[in-house]
């Protein structure tokens, strides 16, 4: 039995748009009931969100059985979290703060087995192999794997066409606040100069063959993005929402 085919791989390899969302509030109950919506991804943020290695087990387990594919975005680039949250099962990440395109084949190797990569060998023990269920889990792991790289600096920027041509990239997301901020413009990633950093990137991202990712929140901006190349894209986040629609049920009483 190999492993589970990862249908958000294959779909951002085919062009297709996929939409998803942020969880950031580290609950398995909002996992679950975002990952009921109908969107095309559901991101498990352990970056900014107070996750835990049990806690994103939760939220995949919620997200599974919700048939919605999960994304895990590590805190940062580092071999030994990247093995971890794959080990829980999870088979798309997102790496932060990637500058270069050696940081790039980095994170490609940690999350392949040898010879293409350095991903520890646990497999026989953990969720991704349904606990040595799925016996062809090692042999199959490889080809299942969607890793999403984040450009977020001005660095990043400049060694866009380096970055997105490293074997084992699936995708170059572009994370606006972060960028911004390193272009000297924080707070303010619809400054000029940023947003024509943003669209270079996603051009050359692009031509690249690779899946361009970027989040607004701005509903104004899906089609726009969809139309610039944008395959995948965060529309929102469970933090946002929530305290969006609390507001607006406090306007409501007045």
């Given at each position: 039995?190999?492993?589970p085919?990862?249908?958000?791989?294959?779909?951002?390899?085919?062009?297709?748009?996929?939409?998803?969302?942020?969880?950031?509030?580290?609950?398995?109950?909002?996992?679950?009931?975002?990952?009921?919506?109908?969107?095309?991804?559901?991101?498990?943020?352990?970056?900014?969100?107070?996750?835990?290695?049990?806690?994103?087990?939760?939220q995949?387990?919620?997200?599974?059985?919700?048939?919605?594919?999960a994304?895990?975005?590590?805190?940062?680039?580092?071999?030994?979290?990247?093995?971890?949250?794959?080990?829980l099962?999870?088979?798309?990440?997102?790496v932060?703060?990637?500058?270069?395109?050696?940081?790039?084949?980095?994170?490609?190797?940690?999350?392949?087995?040898?010879?293409?990569?350095?991903?520890?060998?646990?497999?026989?023990?953990a969720?991704?192999?349904?606990?040595?269920?799925?016996?062809?889990?090692?042999?199959?792991?490889?080809?299942?794997?969607?890793l999403?790289?984040?450009a977020?600096?001005?660095?990043?920027?400049?060694?866009?066409?380096?970055?997105?041509?490293?074997?084992?990239?699936?995708g170059?997301?572009?994370?606006?606040?972060?960028?911004?901020?390193?272009?000297?413009?924080?707070?303010?990633p619809?400054?000029?100069?940023?947003?024509?950093?943003?669209?270079?990137?996603?051009?050359?991202?692009?031509?690249?063959?690779?899946?361009?990712?970027?989040?607004?929140?701005?509903?104004?901006?899906?089609?726009?993005?969809?139309?610039?190349?944008?395959?995948?894209?965060?529309v929102?986040g469970?933090?946002?929402?929530?305290?969006?629609a609390?507001?607006?049920?406090?306007?409501?009483?007045?």
């Amino acid at each position: 039995m190999p492993a589970p085919k990862n249908l958000l791989k294959f779909a951002l390899a085919r062009g297709d748009v996929q939409h998803g969302l942020w969880l950031a509030l580290a609950s398995a109950s909002v996992a679950e009931l975002a990952g009921g919506a109908g969107l095309d991804w559901c991101l498990i943020d352990a970056e900014h969100g107070p996750n835990t290695l049990t806690t994103i087990q939760a939220q995949l387990q919620a997200l599974a059985a919700q048939n919605c594919p999960a994304v895990v975005r590590v805190p940062a680039g580092d071999e030994w979290i990247l093995k971890q949250v794959l080990d829980l099962g999870c088979q798309s990440v997102l790496v932060p703060l990637v500058h270069s395109a050696e940081e790039a084949r980095a994170a490609a190797s940690a999350v392949r087995y040898p010879p293409q990569g350095a991903r520890g060998m646990g497999a026989a023990l953990a969720r991704a192999s349904d606990y040595s269920r799925i016996t062809d889990y090692v042999a199959t792991a490889n080809d299942q794997i969607c890793l999403l790289v984040q450009a977020e600096s001005a660095a990043a920027i400049e060694a866009i066409d380096d970055i997105a041509a490293v074997d084992g990239v699936d995708g170059v997301f572009i994370g606006p606040a972060d960028l911004s901020a390193d272009m000297g413009y924080p707070g303010r990633p619809d400054a000029p100069e940023v947003e024509r950093a943003i669209d270079h990137a996603i051009t050359r991202i692009t031509a690249a063959g690779k899946a361009a990712g970027i989040i607004t929140f701005d509903p104004n901006r899906f089609a726009e993005y969809r139309e610039k190349g944008v395959t995948f894209l965060g529309v929102g986040g469970d933090a946002t929402i929530l305290s969006d629609a609390l507001a607006r049920l406090r306007t409501d009483l007045s």
